[in-house]
Nanobody, 128 residues
Framework: QVQLVESGGGLVQAEGSLRLSCAASERTFRTTRMAWFRQAPGKDREFVAARSWTSHITFYADSMKARSTISGDNAKNTVYLQMNSLKPGATAIYYC?????????????????????WGQGTQVTVSS
């Protein structure tokens, strides 16, 4: 069974940067999209960004667009999330997810029920 494994989280000072990685244990031809979500303490999980495997089209939550970049290496079955100028409010568990359907808007890409596989998450803590 395909697994998603996140890495790259940790403790960073405010205004610092982190790059998260999510590696799929194997590539399935049904996978169409990879995405990042996050869940801050006491809050619901929220969408961060998504990237199509084939077209490389990307989608971002408005709140994340200015400071985040999602990218990928299809040969390595890996998707990345580069985050810059981090604020303490970015403290959360960051989850990687994979989908086998298509989305054409941020609204659709942000829906958790559209994703079939989830990673265990990686903790990001931003200190002030």
């Amino acid at each position: 069974q395909v697994q998603l494994v996140e890495s790259g989280g940790g403790l960073v000072q405010a205004e610092g940067s982190l790059r998260l990685s999510c590696a799929a244990s194997e590539r399935t031809f049904r996978t169409t999209r990879m995405a990042w979500f996050r869940q801050a303490p006491g809050k619901d999980r929220e969408f961060v960004a998504a990237r199509s495997w084939t077209s490389h089209i990307t989608f971002y939550a408005d709140s994340m667009k200015a400071r985040s970049t999602i990218s990928g290496d299809n040969a390595k079955n890996t998707v990345y999330l580069q985050m810059n100028s981090l604020k303490p409010g970015a403290t959360a568990i960051y989850y990687c997810a994979a989908a086998t359907n298509y989305c054409w808007s941020v609204h659709d890409c942000a829906r958790e029920e559209n994703y079939d596989l989830w990673g265990q998450g990686t903790q990001v803590t931003v200190s002030s």
